[in-house]
């Protein structure tokens, strides 16, 4: 059986409540600038959130702006976005021949919360309930959005997958332009989710929704006075191409994709078990033919909860301990949890690093929890790597689902 | 209420449903779907709004009385009328 095509990553678009640009995101995570707002949250008042300030109209009508949905305004940037970094030449490409695969946390909360309270307004007759509700709240929504703005006629779809879903996105992605059923594929994650009061309430009853007088620090994981996650949207969609195919258009090639796992704990809705992340590292390290000294660089998904840090930073330890070259950090310090896009913005954010050299902190520890230390994690000031060739990028989420994609620098062994 | 004030209603209710549309030359008598981007979901939004925001119901069968804005004006001035002579 011949080896399976290689992929790579040829461009990416975001929206990060810290950057509109790759480059942006990057300059504020390198000088530590973490940006989130306090918003009015239905029903639950003021809450520390991460908000996006991209402008929408830049790539849409105002009219597909009211009639979509924030996630698919979202989706619409990145997308177009990725698709100006990548240098592909649109308007020559077979359209039916692109793939949209976007992961999501969760999907419709926002509208049906919307319109429970619009006839909430008129005695909550049914008659006043939209009748865009439906295609709104399908659960392809936000890739089916980009498609229909670009002009997209090949397959698209939503990868629901917890908090996992940005590395789902892109493992799907690369999957797919495996097989063969797509030539170009926009990829990652996105989230609408600070619009649900649900998410907020779900979140503070369970005893992890995150506070602070000062916005800016209520997500600071591995702090050992964190107090759980702080809620956030954004989105991260890139550009995916089978390797023969970028080298032939003289693409710039930002990484190659190396090696995924997906696996499930089985045992706990939202309990992490970090044996199981642990295995879902090393086998993404296995299929990428790769030890774990060979990753430089360990993104982790901690949300700053009070138990989800441990069990991380756990696994972490198991697979990296004896590994002097690696560096730990964490992004969700700056922008808190993009829920479905945070994996593919938490990779974005440290893709910079196969070029610049430098490891960005996690930010926000002010006295560093005992059982989250790691060896190698970075702390509250960027750090000079010797090398940075590979990065490994944890995404977990509820119901036990576990990722890790490992990204390369392309044209090393 | 005049039939000039419902089609204002009526161009307000547009103004807000399809943002992108240059209103300010529409044909009274020429058909709205043919002068502006309007699709079906569109005119379902109208339905709404009136529903909404005047309290005038729209049967379905009826809907095709909002072809322009003259038959709009014919067919809701006397629902405005009857509401305002409540």
Redo the contacts between chains.
């Keep these: 059986m011949s080896p399976l095509p290689r992929i790579v990553i040829t461009g990416v678009g975001l929206t990060a409540p810290n950057g509109n640009s790759l480059a942006e995101f990057r300059a504020n995570l390198l000088a530590g600038k973490a940006r989130i707002a306090e918003i009015e949250v239905r029903h639950m008042g003021r809450q520390p959130a991460g908000v996006c300030d991209f402008d929408a109209t830049r790539w849409q009508k105002r009219k597909e702006i009211r009639n979509g949905t924030r996630v698919g305004s979202i989706s619409i940037w990145c997308a177009r976005e990725a698709l100006a970094d990548s240098g592909l030449v649109w308007d020559s490409l077979d359209r039916s021949r692109v793939g949209v695969y976007l992961g999501i946390t969760e999907h419709g909360n926002v509208e049906t919360e919307n319109e429970i309270h619009n006839i909430s307004q008129f005695a909550n007759d049914t008659k006043y309930w939209t009748h865009h509700h439906n295609p709104r709240t399908v659960a392809n929504n936000p890739a089916g959005e980009v498609t229909m703005n670009m002009g997209i006629t090949g397959p698209h779809y939503t990868i629901g997958a917890a908090c996992a879903a940005g590395n789902a996105g892109l493992i799907q992605a690369a999957q797919m332009l495996q097989l063969g059923e797509v030539d170009v594929a926009f990829a990652g994650g996105v989230s609408e989710s600070i619009h649900t009061f649900g998410i907020f309430a779900g979140f503070k009853n369970q005893g992890a929704l995150g506070s602070h007088p000062e916005p800016a620090k209520a997500s600071r994981p591995f702090d050992r006075n964190r107090n759980g996650i702080v809620i956030s949207e954004g989105g991260a969609i890139y550009v995916l191409e089978r390797l023969d195919d970028a080298l032939a258009r003289g693409a710039r090639i930002l990484a190659e994709i190396a090696g995924w796992c997906i696996n499930s704990d089985a045992t706990d809705a939202v309990l992490p078990n970090p044996d199981r992340q642990a295995e879902c590292m090393r086998l993404a390290l296995r299929r990428a033919g790769m030890n774990p000294a060979d990753v430089h660089l360990v993104s982790t998904h901690a949300t700053a909860t009070a138990l989800g840090d441990v069990q991380e930073c756990k696994a972490v330890r198991e697979v990296f301990s004896g590994c002097p070259g690696t560096f730990v950090n964490n992004t969700k310090s700056f922008i808190g949890h993009c829920m479905g896009a945070a994996g593919a913005l938490e990779l974005a954010g440290n893709l910079p690093s196969f070029v610049d050299g430098w490891v960005h902190p996690t930010i926000n520890v002010e006295d560093l929890d005992p059982e989250c230390e790691v060896p190698g994690l970075v702390v509250n000031r960027p750090v000079r790597a010797p090398k940075i060739d590979a990065i490994l990028n944890n995404s977990f989420g509820m119901l036990g689902i576990n990722s890790a994609l490992i990204v390369k620098k392309y044209g090393v062994a | 209420m005049t039939k000039e004030d419902i089609k204002k209603v009526v161009l307000d209710i547009i103004s807000d449903?399809?943002?992108?549309e240059d209103l300010s030359s529409v044909k009274p008598e020429v058909r709205l779907r043919d002068q502006l981007?309007l699709d079906s979901?569109d005119f379902?939004?109208i339905v709404?709004e009136l529903?909404?925001k005047h309290g005038i119901e729209v049967p379905e069968a009826d809907y095709v009385q909002l072809a322009s804005l003259d038959s709009c004006a014919d067919y809701l001035l006397p629902k405005f009328q009857a509401k305002a002579g409540k």
């Design positions: 449903i399809a943002p992108d981007s979901m379902l939004d709404m529903r909404k």
